[in-house]
């Protein structure tokens, strides 16, 4: 029984406050006065009287009810029932703020004021939620003020204070308030259901099925929600609504229905609510991110972005939308029928809205179905302790990955639900029915929507006869008040009521009550339904066991094999089993069968059944999530201790001491499930041995036997008040010994899993380590494994130092914090508390003794070792970033390593292990399948190159990383199970940091070699400045030679390895000089500066300038002053890149264009790159010239005619003009062009008539036309075809008007075949004496003027854009990730998909039709994109062609440094070499280019010097970052970083080769490895290769590789390494014997095992001089002899062999474009094969002699003749002896191949006295006459040459002399 009512309050406005802003209520009267002993009165109600404020109204308003719930501190709700009217105000003074400062005076007589009303609220508070009542209760006392009934208001309200009603019960009572009136209330049959009246339904009505559903989501897992409303009894009746929606759960946390505006700060709690506000604070919502918005009157719901709501899992989703809408819409279902049923109409809103509830009743239902058979009692006597074990009901769900459900279970609501739910003996409701009774049902009726309609109606009519248990309401009578009542214009306000007449009425219900015998409250007690156990859970709803049958059947053979000891078929199915113990299933029936093999707790094996058992509990545990700690720990928890091997007499090892780490033995939740599942085990066993002491009360056995803990524990429940205190104790005291017997049980558990079996290491100090690696953690409550560990420690107690402490003392913590834990919850006595505290470390401690010596004995029976880890070799200064992972290398889509239709043994998979360097990403392992077992597999790739990463999930729960790089490498790896993931997620973390590192000097090629300390030193020495200030030095000194006439760079050039051992003398850098006198012969900027303190001899574009003099395109005088005879000049506009920044410093501009007229030109090219002149035609004299493309308005001044009058004397300097000009100067720089001043008809114009004039024109120029091809120039132009054809077709293009279109790729003259033309049209039309070559989309509309000398050729190429998406298809092409089926995906569709080749062939075609226009006289100037992209490919390849020069090693380089490096190609950006650039992607332009030239190597086999392997090389180091070389995107950047300058002192690593060119230098002179044997160039050659698409071959490059070894680029790991073995083998080797081995595709590197005959004999030469202890020459210098010696002997015999014949045969066919070439060598008389189809014609293994050489200074070879020598520089020295200081004259040689310096007695004497190896030489200077020397001799005449050694001191023979013989000395040293 309760009061209807606990407080009648009258709360009006309070008038004292009107003037201070908004205003506030005041309680005026309160009945009772005095509180309520069991009910306070809450505090604040005048707050939400008025929920939006109090505030005075001019008109009066219609009276307004609605109830707000307050919530007190004890968490019981009040419901506030608030009835408010308006009442009209005493205007005695108008309230200020509505005078709008207008005089009070003033106001009284002119301004009338308004008539205000004031709200007035009668307000009921209970404790129950009668809302009707209220309305009506209250309603009354309105109407008997209003109407002025003859009733005391008195009497009513103490009436209605005194009237006492059942709580619950199913009762119906009458009650009156004595006024007339009569009112029935019904009370609900079980309190426990929530009444819900139609608010429930109103909330469907007004948000939608959808709506609704996601705050019921949200609500269920604790997400804030917002109700907004116009209506006050709405924003109630929706929160109503959404907790009755939420039985059988309880919210718990902030519940506030309606919140007054005062209050509304407490939206920004942090805690969930729900909270209903007025719509008209709408606006103060814009600041709240985390609060679910549900907007009544509008139906809608705002989720904000950052909010996440776990949705409903399927079906269940779907199935309670479905059943929603059958309730609201019964129509929906025949809607469609022809002849729908006439009865379809939906249920009244209050049948409705059970129907509603209904549904989510049966929704919980199913949601929890099976809950009870998770509870674990842990004890019953003298209180229920109850626990839910959320892991296990997830598991046996198969939930576990559902994320709704696992939020559900770890809320607030939940944990309420199990403490009042819990309980096995306990009133139960309509719930415990449903989950109990209703499960099977329910899954039955799924699919029928009549039959879950009708279960629908039935659980719905028990609802609603809960609410209304009497159908037939007797009729309430009420009075109402008469309409328009509250209009009236003269109404009294509300009396003051008299205190003491209510107080009386409720003293005497008081007084009857205490009189009243007490209510006793009948509980109906009975044992909790259990429902379905979970054992059919698992068959419905688990895991689906069908689709992973075939694994379980792998896991169940290998464990019989293991068993039965068929250990050789165990260990074929071990990795596929270990496989399979990824999915859940395989794990479970793991634990199954080995359970199967436990007898009587303990299962004695072998040593090897020990190892694999052991390996598959720990492949079985590693990443164990939280929510299989369950399945596969608790299950593994009992096996560890029962499987053992003997080790010695009295030693056994247990499987627990191999199984330890795993993290979920630190996991404290894990072992308090386990303990409390164990102790329930034992209180259930404990009250069935009690039931069998009385078989009186048993039933039948077999039925006590199967009830389960709860059943139990509901039994014993119910008997506990039938027992007698005696036997009570006794039961208390038993189950205290259950939980006390346990926890030193688990004691001993914890010990044995947590102490290592070397008790030296602790392992849990190693958790905590790995728990800041952002970890999974195996706790179910806390995130981390530090959380779940390192709370298990008493900080206090010094845990800091537990690393240096032993091992037990921590696992003696962690115990200790366990079983105080688990103790504590299960009410166990403190004493046995402390005996538990006192033992645990005596446990500990014997269990180390045992440890101990089974820890001495294991290590004599070491377990089977997986595959021992294979550590890959590493470069000089390349580290290791983290240490290895053991993975499996997985076949990819290239045939060959899985043994494919080639043949051989599968190679993969492979095991083995990934390293991560700061260079390279290397696998190395062996091969899993047995037959290829004993190789070793390499596979890597520089970091640098890396362009994508992918994750591949596959079935057999392997996750496969793929990872892929622009050097054509692909690696698909899988990590072990031994591997964590976090240590996956750390090896891609640092891949992507290396990969793009936030700054250049941050790459490989920087970072090698130097340690931090090296830096930071570097500060503090002033005669070594940092690379950054040197660069400030060389910008600062530059500027000031602004405005002077020639200024010079130094470029660096690399010293002698053996100097750079030496410190060096001048360390004054000083890179930008300016040159005052430069003498006669410094004809070259390459030219020696001397300076005393520089230490830089050479400028910076050395190179560039070289080649522009060799090409006679300018020189620098002495004087200064421009040599008006020659064409073109260099300038220095640009030295300090303030034109444009990506171009050199020097550039070749016509004689007559000022630098002033290039700074305005350069404004109308893209990127201020304006044309320069970069190559010349020796013959013709026509130029090559480079740009960017033309700006849009720049176009139209191209065609402007020459000869339009000039408007005014500004026009002549215009932009357009200064063009023109500029065109004309290159035209006119033709010699034929000059003398005729216009257009030339070049039809008679043969080629003999060019080299005429070429030899004519200026001696200087040196011409390589030779006489033989003048003489064969009237047949045809010079050239060479790729083709071995008869000599009838022509070897040019033709030249007319139509070459645009030529270029353009229309087709529309008549072609040959392999891309040439007829030759009808050959010469018809006059040329132009300049094509301009640009981008038809540029160009277009533009119009050509006849009068003009250039003619623009738009041509359509391709965007770099295309080049990157070519390139991604080509690697997917050529290095597929997955062999594919399809023969839409085969090798050449997806070859052809990609436009490689179609790009490499628009490429070829315009480089021969330029190359051609040159040819025959015309100059070009390639103007297409940037001029840094197509530009750059076209103008190099342009050379190439037609200049010998730069197909030799030296003219290669020269071609890359000047094209490429110097005028800016983008290497950085288009290779995404930092971070900054990473976005822009991997673009190969410079590849492109590279495959260009390999398509012409292979054409023209014979005019190259270097050879395919060079091209590779290039290819893969340009990427590599090996070198610094192709770092950043021009020279004013590396000058920047001080690329182009190193200190010549700098110590470093005699590996660390900062730039490619050195390292090519250096390894040619070891090894023959880029040099082409069949170089055997023809002079003046212009290649004209075919570049149509059937004459492009793939390049080996994308398709070969060697997993033997790895990639061959990197020499040092792959030849030097075998060269150590080689050596190994040879001195075992006495007796010669045949070494035959087998080679196998895509393993072994072929050239290696079969090098090519010329090196095999070079190598076996250099073998035979090592022999005779000699030292052997370098190959080049015998290959040279050869050479030299095959010349003289073919001459001798008078046979006539062509000057490119240089191989050792007579009958070598002249087929110089063959690809295989036989020799026959008469000497030894064998066949050698010299295979040239890859690279076996250079990739050679050298002898260990050259890796063995120590010094030049040896004797030369005997077979070595005077011709042969090399005699760079020769005369008389006379030279001071060493011991007796005489001078002696003697004959000096100057050998700059052998970088010597030998002396003779006399320029005939062949016996050499004495040599000096310039490699040792520090300085040449000049001396001074010394005694005893040459008399009459100049002082200038004698120099001193310095060595490491020795000071040799040198006379000539006169004071110019002894220059010249300093100036070739240095020049010497310079170059090596």
């Not at 009006?12 to 002993?37: C, N, T, V």
């Not at 039994?715 to 006390?740: A, G, H, N």
């Not at 992972?885 to 076949?891: D, E, I, Q, S």
């Not at 983008?1466 to 390999?1494: E, K, N, Y």
Request: with cysteine; hydrophobic share 35%; glycine share 4%.
């Amino acid at each position: 029984m309760a009061r209807l009512a606990d407080y009648f309050v009258l709360v009006g406005y309070d008038h004292d406050k009107r003037g201070s802003g908004d205003g506030q209520g005041r309680i005026i009267q309160r009945f009772p006065e005095k509180e309520w002993e069991d009910n306070p009165f809450p505090q604040g109600i005048q707050l939400f009287c008025q929920p939006s404020g109090w505030h005075l109204v001019l008109e009066r308003k219609s009276p307004n009810f609605f109830v707000a719930v307050l919530t007190d501190i004890n968490s019981e709700r009040h419901y506030c029932a608030c009835f408010t009217f308006w009442e009209a105000v005493e205007s005695l003074q108008p309230p200020k703020n509505h005078t709008n400062d207008i005089d009070d005076e003033e106001d009284s007589k002119f301004v009338q004021a308004p008539q205000l009303f004031a709200p007035k609220s009668l307000v009921l508070v209970s404790q129950l939620d009668h809302t009707e009542v209220f309305r009506n209760c209250l309603g009354l006392i309105y109407t008997i003020y209003i109407d002025g009934l003859n009733f005391p208001l008195e009497t009513v309200i103490g009436n209605l204070l005194t009237c006492i009603i059942p709580i619950t019960g199913g009762s119906q009572r009458t009650i009156s308030l004595g006024a007339g009136d009569r009112q029935v209330i019904q009370t609900p049959v079980n309190d426990a259901l929530p009444v819900s009246g139609c608010s429930v339904a109103l909330l469907l009505k007004q948000l939608g099925i959808s709506n609704v559903l996601e705050l019921f989501c949200a609500a269920l897992t604790e997400h804030k929600i917002l109700f907004l409303s116009s209506s006050y009894q709405r924003l109630t009746e929706a929160c109503r609504a959404l907790l009755a929606l939420m039985f059988p759960l309880k919210y718990s946390f902030t519940y506030i229905p309606i919140l007054p505006a005062q209050l509304l700060e407490v939206l920004s709690s942090p805690t969930p609510f729900i909270i209903g506000i007025h719509s008209s604070f709408r606006a103060e919502m814009q600041d709240l991110l985390d609060v679910i918005v549900a907007d009544l009157d509008g139906g809608t719901v705002v989720i904000p972005e950052c909010i996440h709501i776990s949705v409903l899992p399927e079906p269940h989703l779907l199935q309670t939308q479905t059943a929603l809408s059958m309730v609201l819409d019964p129509e929906l279902e025949y809607a469609d029928h022809a002849f729908p049923p006439s009865s379809t109409s939906a249920s009244s809103m209050k049948f409705q809205d059970k129907e509603i509830r209904a549904v989510f009743l049966r929704l919980f239902a199913q949601l929890l179905q099976g809950y009870r058979w998770c509870l674990q009692i842990i004890r019953i006597h003298p209180e229920p302790v109850i626990r839910f074990h959320k892991v296990a009901f997830l598991a046996q769900r198969g939930l576990v990955d559902d994320d709704f459900l696992t939020k559900v279970l770890e809320g607030m609501a939940f944990a309420r639900f199990v403490s009042e739910r819990g309980s096995p003996y306990r009133p139960c409701d309509l719930f415990d029915e449903l989950v109990a009774n209703e499960i099977e049902r329910i899954r039955l009726e799924e699919g029928n929507a009549q039959k879950v309609l009708k279960h629908v109606k039935e659980i719905s009519e028990q609802l609603h006869r809960n609410e209304n248990p009497y159908p037939a309401v007797a009729m309430h009578k009420i009075h109402k008040p008469k309409e328009g009542s509250h209009l009236r214009v003269q109404q009294s306000t509300f009396p003051h009521l008299d205190e003491g007449t209510v107080q009386w009425i409720i003293d005497q219900a008081t007084a009857k009550l205490k009189n009243a015998p007490p209510a006793v409250k009948a509980e109906m007690k009975c044992v909790a339904p259990m429902g379905p156990p979970s054992a059919t859970m698992i068959d419905q709803n688990g895991i689906v066991l069908a689709n992973s049958a075939r694994r379980l059947e792998v896991v169940r053979n290998c464990i019989t094999y293991i068993f039965e000891n068929k250990m050789l078929e165990a260990k074929k199915l071990l990795p596929a089993m270990l496989r399979a113990l990824k999915g859940r299933a395989a794990r479970q029936c793991l634990t199954q069968e080995l359970n199967s093999h436990v007898l009587q707790n303990r299962a004695v094996l072998d040593h090897q059944q020990f190892d694999y058992i052991v390996r598959m509990m720990n492949s079985a545990l590693q990443d164990c999530t939280p929510l299989d700690e369950h399945l596969v720990a608790a299950a593994l928890l009992p096996l560890v201790t029962a499987f053992c091997r003997k080790l010695g007499s009295g030693v056994t090892q247990f499987a627990y001491s191999c199984v330890q780490e795993h993290l979920v033995w630190t996991s404290l939740q894990f072992w308090e499930a386990m303990f409390y599942s164990d102790v329930q085990n034992h209180i259930r066993a404990l009250y069935l041995e009690v039931d069998v002491d009385h078989p009186s009360e048993t039933g039948c056995d077999n039925e006590k036997q199967q009830r389960s803990a709860l059943e139990v524990a509901a039994e014993q429940l119910r008997m506990w008040p039938t027992r007698s205190k005696e036997k009570q104790q006794e039961l208390i005291d038993k189950e205290e010994s259950i939980v006390y017997s346990q926890a030193i049980h688990y004691g001993n558990r914890l010990t044995y899993l947590l102490l290592p079996l070397d008790t030296s290491k602790n392992r849990l100090l190693r958790s905590t380590a790995v728990g800041d690696l952002e970890s999974v953690s195996n706790s179910f409550v806390t995130n981390s494994i530090a959380g779940s560990v390192a709370e298990s420690y008493d900080t206090e107690s010094g845990f800091e130092d537990a690393e240096t402490s032993d091992v037990a003392n921590s696992v003696v913590r962690f115990i200790n914090r366990f079983v105080d834990k688990v103790c504590t919850e299960s009410g166990v006595s403190n004493d046995h508390l402390k005996a538990l505290h006192t033992n645990l470390p005596d446990i500990v401690q014997m269990h180390i003794e045992t440890l101990d010596a089974v820890h001495r004995e294991s290590k004599r029976h070491p377990a089977i070792q997986k595959p021992k880890l294979l550590r890959p070799a590493l470069l000089v200064g390349e580290e290791l970033v983290m240490e290895a992972l053991r993975v499996t290398l997985m076949p990819d889509g290239r045939e060959e390593s899985v043994g494919g239709s080639l043949g051989g043994p599968p190679i993969m998979p492979a095991e083995g292990a990934i390293f991560l360097t700061t260079y390279r990403i290397i696998f190395k392992g062996a091969p899993v399948e047995t037959l290829a077992g004993e190789q070793t597999v390499m596979r890597s790739f520089p970091v640098a190159s890396f362009t994508k990463e992918k994750k591949i999930s596959q079935q057999d729960f392997q996750d496969v990383l793929q990872l892929r790089s622009s050097t054509f490498q692909l690696m698909k790896i899988t990590f072990d199970d031994e591997v964590a993931s976090e240590m996956v997620e750390i090896f891609r973390k640092h891949i992507h940091k290396l990969r793009y590192p936030q700054y250049v000097h941050y790459t490989f090629a920087f970072t090698v070699g130097q340690s931090p300390k090296q830096v930071v030193e570097s500060k503090q020495k002033e005669k070594n400045p940092s690379l950054r200030t040197m660069s400030k030095n060389i910008m600062k000194n530059a500027k000031k030679t602004i405005g002077r006439q020639y200024v010079t760079r130094k470029k660096y050039t690399p010293p002698t390895w053996d100097q750079r051992a030496s410190p060096a003398h001048g360390d004054n850098l000083e890179q930008i000089s300016v040159s005052e006198e430069i003498e006669q012969s410094a004809l070259t900027l390459s030219s020696t500066i001397k300076s005393d303190k520089s230490t830089m001899s050479h400028m910076v574009e050395r190179a560039c300038c070289r080649d522009y003099q060799r090409l006679g395109l300018g020189t620098l005088s002495n004087s200064l002053t421009r040599s008006k005879n020659e064409p073109f000049r260099i300038t220095t506009v640009n030295r300090m890149y303030s034109v444009c920044r990506s171009y050199p410093s020097l550039l070749i501009i016509p004689q007559t264009i000022q630098d002033s007229t290039m700074q305005r030109i350069s404004r109308c090219y893209k990127q201020n790159r304006f044309p320069v002149v970069c190559w010349r035609n020796s013959r013709t004299k026509a130029v090559l010239l480079r740009s960017a493309g033309l700006h849009g308005k720049s176009v139209v001044g191209l065609f402007k005619s020459q000869n339009a009058p000039a408007a005014d004397s500004s026009q002549t300097d215009s932009t357009s003009l200064a063009q023109e000009k500029y065109l004309q100067a290159v035209i006119n720089s033709m010699p034929h062009y000059a003398d005729t001043g216009g257009r030339n008809t070049l039809s008679g114009f043969t080629s003999a008539h060019m080299n005429s004039s070429v030899l004519g024109h200026r001696a200087r120029v040196i011409t390589l036309a030779n006489a033989r091809a003048t003489t064969k120039a009237r047949e045809s132009p010079q050239g060479k075809w790729g083709s071995i054809r008869g000599s009838g077709r022509l070897s040019a293009y033709s030249l007319n008007s139509d070459i645009g279109l030529r270029l353009a790729g229309k087709e529309t003259l008549s072609q040959q075949v392999n891309g040439g033309l007829s030759d009808s049209l050959y010469f018809r039309q006059p040329r132009a004496g300049l094509y301009i070559i640009g981008e038809k989309s540029q160009l277009k509309g533009a119009k050509q003027d006849p009068s003009q000398q250039w003619e623009v050729v738009p041509i359509e190429i391709f965007d770099v854009r295309h080049v990157k998406t070519s390139f991604k298809k080509l690697m997917k092409a050529c290095v597929p990730s997955s062999a594919s089926t399809d023969p839409n995906q085969s090798y050449h569709r997806s070859l052809e998909e990609s436009d490689w080749l179609s790009q490499l062939h628009k490429l070829l075609q315009v480089s021969v039709l330029v190359v051609e226009l040159l040819d025959n006289g015309s100059s070009v100037l390639i103007s297409l994109e940037d001029g840094w992209d197509v530009t750059t490919q076209v103008v190099s390849l342009v050379q190439l062609l037609s200049d010998q020069h730069y197909r030799t090693l030296e003219g290669f380089r020269l071609l890359v440094e000047k094209e490429w490096l110097s005028f800016g190609h983008r290497f950085s950006h288009r290779g995404a070499q930092t971070m900054t650039s990473q976005s822009s992607g991997f673009t190969p332009v410079f590849l492109q280019f590279l495959d260009c030239v390999h398509q012409i190597h292979l054409q023209f086999p014979m005019e190259f010097e270097f050879s395919l392997h060079y091209l590779k090389f290039l290819a893969y180091h340009y990427v590599s970052n090996r070198f610094r070389t192709f770092l950043l995107d021009s020279d004013h950047e590396r000058i920047e970083l001080g690329l182009m300058y190193e200190e010549k002192g700098e110590k470093k690593t005699p590996h660390a080769y900062k730039s490619v060119w050195d390292y090519i230098d250096r390894l040619n002179k070891k090894t023959p490895i880029f040099f082409n044997y069949l170089y055997a160039p023809e002079d003046g050659e212009v290649l004209r290769p075919y570049s149509n698409i059937s004459n492009l071959k793939v390049w080996d490059y994308y398709t070969h590789e060697t997993l033997s070894e790895g990639p061959p680029y990197d020499w040092e790991l792959v030849y030097g390494r075998t060269e150590q073995m080689d050596d190994g083998e040879r001195a075992d080797t006495v007796a010669p014997r045949t070494r035959r081995k087998i080679v196998w595709p895509c393993y072994d590197n072929k050239n290696k095992i079969e090098p090519d005959a010329i090196s095999k004999l070079l190598e076996e030469m250099q073998l035979l001089e090592s022999e005779l202890g000699q030292v052997p020459d370098k190959w080049k210098e015998t290959w040279d002899k050869i050479k030299t010696t095959q010349r003289t002997e073919s001459k001798q015999e008078g046979k006539h062999l062509s000057s490119s014949s240089l191989l050792m045969s007579s009958s070598l066919s002249h087929h110089r474009r063959s690809q295989c070439v036989y020799l026959h060598e008469a000497a030894v008389g064998s066949t050698l094969n010299l295979s040239l189809d890859t690279d076996s014609s250079t990739a050679s293994t050298p002898s260990s002699g050259v890796m063995g050489r120590k010094s030049t200074s040896t004797l030369y070879s005997q077979f070595q003749t005077s011709e042969s020598e090399h005699r760079s520089y020769e005369g008389i020295l006379y030279k001071r002896g060493a011991l007796l200081k005489a001078w002696k004259s003697r004959w000096f040689v100057l050998d700059k191949t052998k970088h010597q310096l030998r002396y003779y007695d006399s320029k005939s004497d062949t016996d050499m006295k004495g040599i000096v190896d310039l490699t040792e030489v520090e300085s040449v200077t000049l001396g001074t006459a010394a005694l005893g020397a040459p008399k009459n001799i100049e002082d200038k005449a004698f120099f001193d040459l310095k060595t490491t050694k020795r000071v040799y001191n040198f006379c000539a023979q006169d004071s110019q002399s002894a220059q010249q013989w300093i100036d070739k000395i240095q020049s010497c040293l310079s170059d090596a």
